[in-house]
């Protein structure tokens, strides 16, 4: 993560090479070892100081107490494009996953997590903010949990209510839906409710009935 402190001889943004405000950084999370920070600083103290790649071959005999777990070379061109396939595939994980699929992930997290398309790039390196679309053009599981959710708020506390006098041979009033703006009724007979729903299946039904207003006389 970059962020970049804006000043007049410096404003920032992606021309501005002096800043070491665009240095990458990462943060520790937590003390587990998993966590990103703990396992990339594992990683680098057991690099070779031999060897200036940042990717080094591994060792073919070495044990968790080795203080260096990686040979005086660099890993190949070739090996490096397929090594998160090949992680994936000794780790047996459901899906197969690709170099770009790190960098894919990291970008929709962040697009979910409702961060602004410039903060995005400065990280990514993405100069057009389109390039971004890509890799947020269908909703997480969270977002459509949240569209549902909003739209089942929306129908629970509409106040939905039937007013109905069973005992009243004249038409009653239903009131199919209520909300603070509007309310839609309609007139039914009470023989009207004995084959309405014959042929429906239904579920859980909420039903509010209330008794009849009274009315003042003068």
């Known amino acids: 993560m970059t962020h970049d402190e804006l000043s007049k001889n410096h404003p920032g943004g992606f021309d501005d090479t002096e800043s070491f405000e665009k240095d990458g950084r990462m943060y520790r999370a937590t003390d587990d070892p998993s966590d990103g920070y703990n396992a990339l600083e594992l990683y680098i103290s057991k690099l070779n100081p031999h060897c200036s790649a940042f990717f080094q071959f591994p060792k073919r005999k070495w044990s968790p107490s080795d203080s260096v777990w990686y040979e005086n070379r660099p890993l190949g061109v070739n090996k490096l494009g397929v090594m998160m396939r090949e ?47 890509s890799y947020n053009s269908r909703p997480s599981s969270t977002q459509l949990r949240q569209s549902s959710d909003i739209l089942t708020r929306s129908l629970v506390s509409s106040n939905a209510s039937l007013q109905i006098d069973f005992n009243d041979p004249q038409p009653a009033q239903v009131f199919s839906h209520v909300t603070s703006t509007s309310q839609n009724t309609s007139m039914y007979h009470r023989s009207s ?7 429906c299946s239904i579920g859980t039904v909420n039903l509010t009935v209330n008794p009849p207003r009274e009315v003042d006389k003068d």
């Open 87 to 133: 992680i994936s595939e000794e780790a047996e994980l459901s899906s197969i996953y690709t170099n770009h699929c790190v960098r894919a992930t990291a970008i929709t997290l962040w697009s979910d997590a409702c961060l602004e398309n410039r903060h995005i790039m400065a990280v990514s390196g993405h100069r057009n903010e389109q390039s971004l679309k």
């Open 193 to 199: 409710f004995d084959n309405i729903f014959s042929s």
